[in-house]
């Protein structure tokens, strides 16, 4: 945090001032771990063992928050008795199909909700429908069993004990390398403080979303958080620290091809074909909670999208909407791009050349175009990958014999456009414009709004079907200035909505209208323009507030500071505590108040209960803090939503140096695979020839530069700081393998090779894992060959295998070789890496989804590597499983 | 022309230096203790300043690739890391890892030496000459500050169980007794109002006298320039009633911008804090009136010896005994200067 | 000037008359040193802005003279930054000012070899036209089945995570209405 977010970090050495302990979990000592009260080193990839154990030791000894635990999360409810563990399964969940790899969730459901679940996961991986539930859990019917004793074998809370039962220290030290000593530090120090008086913060950078299990990972960070009574209360949470001044904005209004905006899904051709079916798979009906009013949300967008054209008769023109068939995602994309099935492509602020994982697929992609725009404020290598490419070093792109045409577009900078960012807590605040754009840049705001307006003149007078989604689009915004910038204030009133009639902005999502009489482009932020003033422009001073800084920007949703904040009172509605009261219920004023935006209808009573039948918002009892969830409750147990299991369970990242010790399953057996020649993977366990891929690397950022170094190895006083591409390596390592502090080094996976300067620092340490030295290695990812300061790009060493959730690919945990010495050049490389993937016995081979368990080596549950009565057991456990799916 | 130099406390210096009723002296104290090394100093100050490039080269010095404070670096993070524990950490961050024992040369060539190879054909054997690796395990060369046996290193310690990373920003210290004002024959350099030492680059003709007056190594010319350039702790931001660019950049408060004596008296408390808290290296760097140069406007809180840090131990105003040799010099240029002055008032304008 | 105000001046003379003998402080103050207001205090203009880099969100306040920008630094008012700024915040100012930044249209052309100028109109009116030409040759109007899939796979966007809300909103209103679906940003990555 120190490191990506120093001045985040504030706050941090503000309450370690007052007393908090900093514990930092990372494989590198970083500026955040010297900072830190403990540093806990930790084999990459390996942070649900690492964290179930946390939850073991919860368990255990019953140490959880148990009546907040019983009141507000699904501990107490039971599960049908169809439902198998991975203890039972060797590592997968009852309902796997070998075929498709991915799961029917049928029987992961409550007790008499069997018919609940999704039985095609494959589709819901395709389109990462894991992202809808940004804001807002999966659908429940009705209500579920529940035996607040705790005892039922089948509740939740037991269910997780068995679970985790095996996450012993010992179990912890064997896969993470964590010494016991160092993990029993942290959980006594996390339960020690979770308390009504106290609480605990989780928090993430965004690293953790780059895994194989990326979204299970923070589920196990929640399901601590929860059991210890920390969600929803101040101090408490599971914070995740994205890296981009907007990139929670470009989710909550996305430019994701799988969302509209406030998460509502992009259509499917078989699941969404009429409006009816779209609303409906929205919606959920009979689903309590505030999703009851999905089809408002879903008309008003149309509304917003096709204005007068858009009318109830013809489905407020639901038949312009294009279909998704599978993975349109940005790696399915590139591919596509290398077969030749892409024509155009725009980049608008991103260099996928350096920032993506695969570079040399990106670049071969955009070799493979028709046509690309770049938009960005400086020459970055995804505009100039035909002419100083490594793969024009190698020769696979010539520039005489690249047909792609580049137009390079100068952008604005953010002191030259008015407009709103979200950052990582959900807060807009609003830009004020400073300075005209000099020369060509412009604004995406102005090129998006052009580009369509000339595409729109040049269609006018068409009777195509086709063409109806641009000429009916409502594109009338309003423009200023010399450059005719069209005014950002009418787009962001758009986004808020506002009665169609008289133009008066809405204050909140509740007034949108299923009838086509509102519009409102983004059910989530309404209210930014509440009272037709800029809510997110406010900036009364944070020295004039309470803490909370209710009038600095503006939170979606409704201005609400912490999600869930009914939580941070008890049942009845009292604060936990003085010390961390919140949100309370006032009884003599009947209604909830506090120092935020209660989080909850603002006179329901704790006292109220729904009717048997009740249906959305009315479904939610008074102390049902979990409003978006179906069941009010918070879930550490997700009977559907998560496509990979409904429990958290520590599959070994795809390349890994060792055997999952845990589970028969060595990695995720739902992941997003791409088995093409030019995506392979490094060889595993118990694959053969891992050794020719002895190390793990991992990447992260540098506090002097940016992500892929576009806004920062360009800027003259960070490009100083940090002006070189270097590796960091454990001395012990440094040794191993003749590397010279400041000397080269190269790293190989089997689709790249990069060279670095040699870093050797005592903040790396070997780990000790299941008998063997593990050495992990450290790379920024910053370096390209542009800008002032150059390198070669780590993400070149990565291929494409994604988390089934969300279509994020792992690109924080790899395995590679490490040589000394600058790597080889041109035509030499291709032969180099050839001769890597020859000897990992990767020609034409991808490491089996469900691992195949041909050398026995699998570890049995007791913990003996080479126990031989494992496998047997396994096997029997594997078959009968496979005869169920 | 100096006076004798007191050597109890004097009076503020604005005043010495003839500054009416002066504002009260103003300075950095800077807590090492918080500093996060993210550098946000060295770039607010330039970016203020208007401080050109200092160079682009990585100085493999864990993360310091600026080196030193130089005429184009007056903020400079200095980071070191050290096989020691930090107070604050419950327990030692490598504790029960396989960290190996210390690499010595001997075991570091032998091992280039011997290093595997894995029969990559084409490739780039290992590195066939084993005398980098040897000099890389030599110690203190290749990790925190340049040179070898500093305190605080420690190259024959066993495994890597403790492990401490130092930060500290470093900048002009803004001596009650400045030696580069003492030498400067310009006026350039001059004690404002607020106590501070700052180089009037209008006046500055570029002779250098002040770069080896400094006993710290702080000021220094600018080539392509030949002025001399540092800190001026912002005289122009202060002198608005602001803050220096460093200071409020700083995330953590690491650097904090105040009068001087109530800085002093908040570094006095932070000290007993740290002192309480586990953390008795804490020390003060600077702080004393009674030191060699007066005390600094600009002082420090460290965590190991001064020289840990690339700080002098001991500092003394280099000009201390040139009061005592100036004054008969000085007497007779006076007079003589006098005289010049009074022929020329006399004429009528 | 006169000559008496240019002895005046003289920094010996004023360290014999005032209350600097010794001529290191008051005495030797430099005109420009007397003349030195921060640039700040001067700007013709102050914009309330937001850090573009990670997603903390550090409040900024963007200081303007004769339509350049001067000053970028932290907004104490801001209560998540209180007016600090981490070494890339705090280098905002160079982002913007940098002269390495691209300000014009750049062009090449399929098998070229160099870059080539191009001016703006000409280069929205040449992508409209590819846009066009992109969709027409990869249009899918319905599935094998019949079912509508009015779309095109044959054009792709990435980008958004440091665009603002409202160039986002537009980028996939444009793009939906286009019929393109590979419209994907960094938050995928």
């Given amino acids: 945090m120190a490191e990506a977010h120093p001045v985040g970090f504030q706050w941090v050495m503000e309450a370690k001032r007052r007393g908090a302990k900093v514990i930092h979990v990372d494989p590198r ?74 799961y029917d969730q049928r029987s992961w459901q409550y007790a008499g909700h069997e018919t609940n679940g999704q039985v095609d996961t494959a589709t819901e991986r395709d389109t990462a429908a894991g992202l809808r539930h940004e804001s807002h859990g999966p659908p429940v019917a009705g209500q579920a069993q529940r035996d607040e004793t705790l005892q039922h074998p089948r509740c939740v809370y037991q269910i997780l004990k ?79 620290l994205r890296g981009h001044a907007s990139i929670q904005g470009s989710t909550d209004i996305p430019t994701l091809f799988n969302l509209l905006p406030g998460y509502l899904p992009m259509p499917n051709h078989a699941q969404h074909p009429t409006f009816e079916d779209w609303c409906t798979s929205i919606q959920h009906p009979g689903q309590k909670g505030f999703w009851g009013n999905a089809r408002a949300y879903a008309v008003n967008l149309l509304k917003a999208y096709w204005g007068a054209a858009a009318t109830p008769e013809n489905d407020f023109c639901y038949d312009y909407m294009p279909r998704m068939t599978g993975d349109h995602g940005t790696y399915q994309t590139v591919f596509n791009m290398i077969d030749g099935k892409v024509k155009g492509y725009f980049l608008l602020g991103q260099n996928p050349a350096v920032g993506s994982a695969h570079g040399r697929a990106q670049r071969l992609g955009m070799a493979n175009l028709d046509w690309l725009v770049v938009r960005d404020l400086f020459m970055i290598e995804s505009a100039t990958f035909w002419k100083d490419s490594r793969e024009v070093e190698t020769g696979e792109i010539a520039p005489e014999r690249c047909r792609t045409e580049v137009f390079f577009l100068p952008a604005a900078s953010h002191v030259e456009k008015p407009g709103s960012f979200t950052q990582t807590q959900r807060l807009l605040q609003w830009r004020e414009k400073a300075v005209e754009a000099p020369g060509d840049c412009r604004s995406e705001l102005w090129f998006s709004y052009h580009l369509g307006r000339i595409v729109r003149s040049k269609l006018a007078g068409s009777t195509r079907p086709r063409d109806r989604a641009l000429l009916d689009l409502a594109w009338d915004y309003p423009t200023e200035g010399p450059h005719a910038e069209p005014d950002a204030e009418a787009v962001l009133r758009e986004i808020n909505g506002y009665e169609i009639a008289t133009r008066r902005p809405l204050a909140s999502y509740v007034e949108m209208k299923p009838d086509g009489s509102t519009l409102g482009g983004c059910w989530i932020y309404t209210g930014v323009f509440a009272d037709g003033v800029n809510q997110a422009a406010r900036r009364k001073p944070g020295g004039e507030q309470n803490w909370v800084a209710l009038e600095w920007g503006w939170a979606w949703p409704l201005n609400r500071r912490i999600l869930y904040n009914r939580a941070s009172a008890d049942p009845e509605g009292r604060p936990w505590s003085d010390r961390k009261r919140y949100v309370w219920w006032d009884a003599e004023r009947g209604e909830w108040t ?61 390349e890994s140096p060792v055997r999952n010790p845990l589970y028969g399953q060595q990695a995720n057996p739902t992941r997003k695979v791409y088995e093409r020649p030019d995506n392979p993977t490094n060889p595993s366990p118990p694959e053969p020839h891992a050794d020719v891929f002895p190390y793990v690397f991992t990447v992260s950022r540098l506090t002097e530069h940016h992500t892929a170094g576009g806004m920062s190895r360009t800027v003259r006083h960070l490009a100083e700081l940090q002006p070189e591409m270097f590796v960091e390596v454990a001395p012990e390592l440094a040794v191993e393998r003749g590397l010279t502090h400041l000397g080269w080094a190269h790293l190989v996976t089997s689709r790249g090779v990069i060279e670095a300067k040699v870093m050797v620092t005592d903040r790396l340490t070997p780990l000790r894992i299941e008998g063997r030295i593990i050495h992990q290695v450290w790379l920024p990812y910053h370096f390209g060959s542009a800008g002032l300061v150059t390198g070669e790009p780590a993400n070149d060493l990565f291929g494409a295998t994604l988390d089934p959730n969300v279509l994020i690919q792992e690109s924080k945990v790899g395995t590679c070789d490490v040589r000394p010495g600058r790597r080889p050049t041109g035509p030499d490389l291709l032969d180099y890496l050839a001769d890597y993937r020859r000897r990992a016995g990767l020609d034409g081979h991808h490491p089996p989804i469900v691992t195949a368990d041909r050398d026995g080596t699998r570890p049995a549950d007791d913990g003996a590597p080479d126990d031989e009565t494992g496998p047997g057991r396994q096997r029997t456990d594997r078959d009968s499983h496979e005869r169920e799916g | 022309m100096a006076e004798p130099r007191r050597t109890t406390a004097p009076v503020n210096p604005a005043e ?155 900048v002009c210290k803004h001596c009650t007794h400045a030696a580069c004002l003492d030498v400067c024959p310009t006026g350039s350099l001059f004690r404002t109002e607020f106590g501070t030492v700052v180089v009037q680059e209008d006046i500055c003709n570029g002779c250098g006298y002040c770069v080896p007056a400094c006993p710290y190594g702080v000021i220094d010319q600018r080539s392509g320039d030949g002025r001399a350039w540092k800190c001026t702790l912002c005289y122009d931001r202060i002198g608005a009633g602001r803050m220096p660019a460093c200071a409020q950049a700083c995330p953590t408060e690491s650097i904090q911008y105040g009068e001087l004596d109530e800085l002093r008296d908040r570094a006095r408390a932070r000290v007993d804090r740290l002192h309480a808290d586990g953390v008795p290296e804490a020390r003060l760097y600077g702080h004393d009136p009674d030191d060699g140069v007066g005390g600094d406007g600009a002082f420090f809180l460290l965590l190991d010896e001064p020289e840990v840090y690339g700080l002098p131990p001991d500092p003394v105003v280099t000009t201390r005994d040139l009061p005592r040799m100036w004054r008969r010099a000085g007497l007779a240029a006076l007079t003589m200067t006098a005289a010049v002055v009074a022929a020329f008032v006399g004429r009528p304008s | ?146 079912r509508p899939l009015h779309r095109t796979l044959g054009i792709a966007s990435l980008g958004g995570a440091t665009l603002d809300n409202e160039e986002n909103y537009l980028i996939k209103k444009l793009f939906t209405a286009m019929g393109a679906l590979q419209i994907e940003n960094q938050a995928r990555i």
């Fill in chain 1, 162 to 240: 068995r679970h985790y039962a095996r996450y012993t220290p010992e179990m912890v030290e064997r896969v993470c390398g964590v010494p016991r000593e160092k993990f029993q530090e942290v959980a006594d120090a996390w339960v020690a403080n979770s308390t009504r008086d106290r609480t605990t913060m989780l928090v993430y950078s965004v690293g953790w979303t780059q895994h194989s299990v990326g979204v299970q990972y923070i589920r196990t960070g929640a399901i601590i958080q929860l059991l210890l009574g920390n969600i929803g209360r101040p101090g408490g949470g599971v914070l995740a």
């Fill in chain 3, 1 to 146: 000037m006169g000559v008496r105000t240019w002895i005046e001046g003289w920094p010996v003379y004023r360290q014999l008359t005032g209350t600097d003998p010794l001529g290191r402080g008051a005495a030797a103050k430099s005109a420009a040193s007397k003349a030195l207001t921060p640039r700040t205090d001067t700007a013709d203009s102050v914009a309330r802005s937001i850090c573009p880099y990670c997603a903390v969100g550090c409040g900024q306040r963007v200081y303007v003279s004769d339509g350049r920008v001067t000053q970028i630094e932290g907004d104490p008012d801001s209560p998540i930054s209180r007016g600090r700024l981490c070494p890339k915040g705090a280098a905002s100012l160079g982002l913007v000012t940098s002269d390495l930044r691209q300000q014009r249209v750049l062009y090449r052309r399929p098998y070229g070899t160099e870059w080539e100028e191009l001016d703006l109109p000409t280069a929205m009116d040449m992508i409209a036209d590819r846009v066009l030409a992109a969709r027409d040759a990869t249009w899918e109007d319905v599935d094998d089945r019949g």
């Fill in chain 1, 594 to 654: 506090g120092y935020d935006v209660p989080d909850f209808e603002k006179t329901k009573p704790p006292t109220y209960r729904p009717a048997q039948d009740a249906v959305g918002v009315a479904g939610i009892a008074g102390d049902d803090p979990f409003i978006m969830q179906g069941d009010g409750k918070a879930w550490l147990y997700a009977p559907s939503g998560a496509l990979d299991g409904p429990l958290p369970t520590h599959y070994e990242p795809v």
């Fill in chain 2, 16 to 170: 010495q230096a003839g500054h009416v009723d002066p504002p009260p002296r103003m300075g950095f104290f800077t807590d090492t203790s918080v500093c996060i090394g993210c550098k946000a100093c060295e770039v607010a100050c330039k970016e203020w300043n208007l401080v050109p490039e200092s160079g682009l080269d990585l100085l493999g010095m864990s993360y310091d690739n600026t080196g030193a404070l130089t005429a184009n670096s007056w903020r400079h993070v200095a980071f070191v890391e050290q096989a020691r524990p930090a107070g604050w950490q419950s327990s030692p961050p490598m504790a029960g890892t396989p960290s190996g024992p210390p690499i010595t040369r001997a075991t570091a060539e032998a091992a280039a030496g011997t290093a595997v190879d894995q029969g990559t054909r084409p490739g780039v054997l290992p590195a066939p000459d084993p005398a980098p690796a040897g000099a890389m395990a030599a110690g203190s060369q290749f990790l925190g500050m340049p040179g070898t046996g500093l305190p605080g290193r420690d190259a024959e310690r066993d495994g890597r169980t403790d492990l401490r990373w130092l930060m500290m920003s470093d």
């Fill in chain 1, 29 to 102: 000592f970083t500026r955040t771990s010297a900072l830190a009260d403990s540093y806990v080193p930790i084999r990459a990839g390996t942070d649900i063992a690492f964290l179930g154990g946390i939850v073991r030791h919860i368990l255990e000894n019953e140490l959880d928050f148990r009546e907040y635990v019983v009141a507000y999360t699904n501990a107490a409810t039971i599960v049908t008795d169809e439902f198998r563990d991975t203890e039972d399964l060797d590592g997968l969940f009852s309902g796997y199909d070998p075929d498709r790899t991915s």
